[in-house]
């Protein structure tokens, strides 16, 4: 049995850089990718603590994290902790949520934290300066440090979750439309150079590519990787990101992000 097990879902980066400083300062751990583990027929955590990293998607789960929770046993674990990354902390209700599915298993979630890293929801609004990134990444390098403190000696820990009703709105349209999702994006066919980054990033392999160039399948979980990724910036979503930045955490790169692959080195 492992001692430590940590689950992650990432689209650009930031919670996979997030699983890493966990891996990185405790000894025994070892990282999977929740997309990846959604391939096989059963997922067991076979460890002592299991963990969940992810980034908060319209105020909640993403769908792809939703979906692997409700599919793995973790009837062996004596300690369960979550982490959600995000632009603006406590506006959700993402481990509520996720302790509702574990209820199911008779679990229950020992401890959760907000990281505040960069949102890559360019729809809504551009990428922030790089002065403020780099602050927001000394303030997450702080959390780090309490978290792993925590986890290593398998302490609770709770936080504070808020959702207005109108915010439960827009996230229940949201779930309702998920087949609905990608029909905004394009992609430029002057800019791209049919290199696949986009299919091999889709989490959930809703990108195909018959004639070089993306079509999306009608499947999004709305993770925005094909978006931020693809070298040529050839994608957009909507009127507005075309001038807007694109997001990729520094410490992560585009080959790391890439499906099929568990990170383990």
């Known amino acids: 049995m492992d001692r430590t097990v940590i689950y992650y879902f990432s689209a650009t980066g930031n919670s996979l850089?997030?699983?890493r400083q966990l891996r990185d300062a405790i000894d025994g751990v070892v990282l999977r990718s929740m997309p990846e583990e959604l391939r096989n027929d059963e997922i067991i955590a076979d460890a002592e603590r299991v963990g969940f990293v992810f980034p908060m998607h319209y105020f909640g789960l993403p769908m792809v994290v939703e979906d692997f929770l409700r599919r793995v046993d973790?009837?062996?674990a004596r300690y369960i902790f979550a982490i959600a990354t995000c632009g603006v902390p406590f506006m959700g209700t993402p481990f509520i949520a996720l302790n509702g599915i574990l209820?199911?298993?008779?679990r229950k979630l020992d401890a959760a934290w907000f990281v505040r890293r960069v949102?890559?929801?360019?729809?809504?609004?551009?990428?922030?300066?790089?002065w403020r990134i780099s602050i927001r990444e000394w303030m997450a390098r702080r959390m780090m440090k309490k978290i792993t403190a925590y986890v290593k000696a398998e302490s609770p820990h709770s936080v504070w979750e808020y959702l207005p009703e109108a915010m439960t709105k827009f996230r229940t349209e949201w779930m309702g439309r998920k087949k609905m999702l990608d029909e905004d994006f394009t992609c430029d066919a002057e800019k791209c150079i049919?290199?696949?980054?986009?299919?091999h990033v889709c989490p959930v392999g809703n990108i195909l590519r018959p004639e070089g160039k993306p079509v999306w399948q009608h499947n999004c979980t709305e993770c925005l990787a094909c978006l931020h990724i693809c070298p040529q910036h050839a994608i957009n979503?909507?009127?507005k990101t075309e001038k807007r930045h694109r997001y990729r955490h520094k410490g992560i790169q585009p080959k790391e992000l890439l499906m099929s692959r568990n990170v383990e080195e």
């Open 237 to 239: 979503k909507g009127p």
């Open 74 to 76: 973790v009837s062996k």
């Open 194 to 199: 049919h290199c696949g980054m986009c299919e």
């Open 103 to 106: 209820e199911a298993q008779g």
């Open 119 to 130: 949102s890559n929801y360019i729809m809504m609004n551009d990428i922030p300066s790089g």
């Open 17 to 19: 850089y997030t699983a």
